[in-house]
């Protein structure tokens, strides 16, 4: 890594001009190329999948995506001459615009069920030629504005549908920019520096833009989500400003010892240059653990996020120790400067509040302790009532058209016609379509069914379907109940002795098959992440309590951060206030991403304290010293870094994405409980209280591991030495060892 960092002070002008080129480069691609997200939340062999394949195979005309055109008159009825004359001109504009296939007009028919019973309002169901993903914003925003020009004083019309909802997707970067203002006072005030303060913001962007056009690419050779370079840049952000905020710490701190700036740059990225690669190894392998899960739609959001840890990582180690050499002296603050000159170097101890909070863990482990516990244990406890399930336009902030378009439904029509099933068959002969027949009236007698339309066969009469609209909304869980009755109850019975095997489909089925796949997976996904994290803190720190600590830690964040989650999403507290929408569900595919975040996230934190606990540890053998010193010397500059990535999570609340603000939430809200619960107050009273049970690994499996090394060289002597001798040969070597006292050996 020394060598590394050299080498990029060395060639500082070749080094930057090569990130250049790089995101240059990629972004010139991504621009010719374009974009080609699709949220393909579609999971092979599941029920749902398999009646939208027999749908789209039999029926070509359902292949494209649908949305509606609503409107409603409180003067008047829709039926009224002036108003069907309005809407219907409007319907065939509509049906004429490029990318829609056709248009049903509730006009066509006298008794039609597209409108009302009190007939204040209808609608029309747009088809398009293709799937959401595919429709061109111009397209769609060409249909949503044709559509809504026949408004007038008395008629009201909105649109819903997932290609209008991409319409309404908030432009412009305003959450970026507010939360790399926010991370610019913070390193601000941290360093002194102005210049200082840009290096880790300038380095995050060069490499977070180069991932974000990467993604770009990416979405033509696999599926990838539309929120995922959201998601990406989210956390890139966040990890590489972090990143970026420990090794200039280092490299100030090597300045103040009189270090040359080549020798403070090169220092700093040998020493913490190692614990931020290793963090950033643990954040892509919590990442790419979603890949045992085998679904393609969260395959491609594994590899966005893990590119773009991935650059950010590779910024912080070799284009920023270039533009250190380039600032110079200009690290550290005129004063710092001043007083460096005058003073000549000094050793930076820790002083001020962390010392003070250092000694006070130290003295009271229990109480602080257990106090740490309660917190966690409250924030946790929401998460015990998540429910995972599909939000719909119902879940819009106030104001957007798809939620006036979902609230005036379910106001004329009911809930349930925002989200009905399908149930498609195959049809042998006559027996089965009596049995249809049957069936039609078996589904408007059971419980939660709104109604039924008639049974559609295609052109050859060998496959049907028919509409089931429920009383309650797609997001419902009576909705979800009725899915479960149809499939285990009602179908059954009526395939019995018959050739038909009738499978449910629609929103809702297709969501409840998601969430049902991936939490049958999930025990085996946080299996594998929690064991490769742990075995990668196992082979750093060659302790089995260190690596057991930080999973009970990081499953600590990641309930604490799904209990926030829940009770502003699921529950609705303050959901409207910050502009989310309503009250609803958790996204299935949410805790999936989440833990993989979240655990990588949380490893960071671990990394950063326990390595310079090692570090004092293998110097000195006194696990008290090692904690207190550890955590007085890295406390600062996590809390930093934490407000820094709070803030950084809590700005993409402004996206008004609420899938992307879910995540910057629950981000927010593990990276504070981890930065100011776990790491600075619960890990470090539990490792008083173990003692040097901390670091103890048996004999036989330190012989047969592997061994990594994140602490800096000097400490490899130390390390050794440690290794090589028993618990009584340390304390005889180091009562032999004269060692200059200071503050830090003060004990609390």
């Known amino acids: 890594m020394a060598a590394l960092a050299r080498w990029c002070v060395q060639r500082r002008l070749v080094t930057v001009l090569l990130w250049l080129l790089a995101f240059g480069g990629v972004a010139a691609a991504a621009t010719a190329a374009g974009t080609a997200y699709s949220n393909d939340y579609k999971v092979p062999g599941t029920e749902s999948d398999r009646a939208t394949q027999l749908l789209d195979s039999r029926f070509p005309g359902r292949g494209g995506d649908t949305g509606t055109i609503v409107w409603h008159t409180t003067s008047d009825t829709v039926r009224a001459a002036a108003v069907e004359q309005t809407m219907t001109r409007t319907l065939e504009r509509v049906e004429h615009l490029p990318g829609v296939a056709s248009v049903t007009n509730p006009y066509d028919a006298p008794d039609s069920d597209l409108v009302s019973e009190d007939a204040r309002t209808a609608y029309a169901v747009v088809t398009f030629d293709d799937q959401a993903g595919d429709v061109p914003e111009a397209q769609a925003r060409a249909v949503a504005e044709t559509a809504r020009s026949a408004a007038g004083e008395d008629l009201e019309v909105e649109l819903g549908g997932s290609v209008v909802g991409t319409t309404q997707a908030p432009g412009g970067h305003l959450a970026e920019v507010v939360g790399v203002l926010i991370a610019a006072v913070v390193l601000f005030l941290a360093f002194g520096s102005f210049a200082a303060a840009l290096l880790p913001i300038a380095t995050a962007l060069v490499g977070v833009g180069t991932a974000y056009a990467g993604i770009v690419l990416l979405g033509h050779a696999m599926t990838v989500a539309d929120f995922a370079p959201m998601l990406g840049m989210l956390i890139g952000l966040g990890v590489g400003i972090d990143y970026a905020l420990f090794i200039v710490t280092r490299h100030r701190r090597g300045l103040k010892r009189g270090l040359t700036v080549p020798e403070a740059a090169a220092n700093a990225v040998a020493t913490t240059g190692r614990a931020v690669v290793f963090a950033g190894a643990t954040v892509c392998i919590a990442l790419l653990g979603m890949l045992v899960l085998r679904l393609g739609f969260l395959n491609g959001v594994a590899m966005a996020a893990s590119l773009t840890v991935v650059l950010t990582v590779a910024a912080s180690v070799t284009l920023l120790p270039a533009l250190l050499s380039y600032i110079g002296p200009r690290a550290l603050s005129r004063r710092e400067r001043r007083r460096l000159a005058e003073h000549g170097p000094e050793p930076e101890l820790p002083t001020g509040f962390a010392a003070r909070w250092s000694a006070l863990v130290e003295r009271h482990p229990r109480l602080l302790g257990a106090l740490a516990l309660v917190v966690v244990t409250v924030l946790a406890l929401p998460t015990l009532g998540l429910r995972l399930g599909t939000s719909d336009a119902g879940n819009d902030p106030r104001g957007t058209t798809t939620r006036a378009a979902y609230d005036l439904l379910a106001d004329g029509f009911g809930p349930g016609v925002n989200g009905p099933l399908t149930l498609v068959t195959e049809v042998g002969g006559a027996e089965d379509r009596l049995a249809l027949d049957n069936l039609d009236a078996t589904l408007r007698g059971t419980e939660g069914v709104a109604s039924v339309t008639p049974v559609t066969y295609d052109s050859g009469g060998h496959t049907a379907y028919l509409t089931v609209v429920p009383e309650s909304a797609p997001q419902s869980e009576a909705t979800s109940d009725l899915v479960d009755r149809l499939r285990d109850e009602v179908l059954p019975r009526a395939e019995n002795g018959t050739g038909l095997e009738v499978y449910v489909g629609g929103v809702t089925a297709g969501y409840d098959d998601f969430a049902a796949v991936i939490v049958g997976k999930l025990p085996l996904f946080v299996g594998v992440v929690v064991g490769l994290g742990c075995l990668l803190l196992l082979l750093a720190f060659r302790s089995v309590g260190i690596p057991v600590k930080a999973a009970a830690m990081n499953i600590a964040a990641v309930a604490g951060a799904f209990g926030v989650v829940v009770a502003i999403f ?161 304390a005889d070597v180091l009562a032999r060892e004269e060692r200059q006292r200071d503050v830090r050996d003060t004990t609390g």
């Open 570 to 730: 699921q529950w609705g507290w303050g959901s409207e206030l910050l502009g989310l929408g309503s009250a609803g569900p958790i996204e299935p595919f949410l805790p999936v991403i989440m833990v993989s975040v979240l655990f990588g996230l949380s490893m960071d934190y671990q990394v950063f304290l326990v390595s310079r606990m090692y570090e004092e540890w293998l110097e000195t053998g006194d696990n008290r010293r090692a904690v207190r010193i550890g955590l007085a010397e890295t406390s600062r500059v996590i809390n930093s870094a934490a407000v820094i990535m709070i803030s950084v999570f809590l700005a993409f609340v402004l996206s008004g994405d609420r899938v992307i603000a879910m995540f910057g939430i629950a981000l927010a809200a593990a990276v504070a409980l981890d930065a100011f619960v776990l790491r600075t107050l619960l890990v470090p009273a539990l490792m008083h209280l173990l003692g040097r049970a901390n670091w103890w690994l048996p004999r036989r499996l330190d012989a047969v591991l592997p061994r990594i090394s994140i602490e800096p060289p000097e400490c490899r002597a130390a390390h050794e030495r440690l290794a090589a001798a028993t618990d009584a040969e340390v």
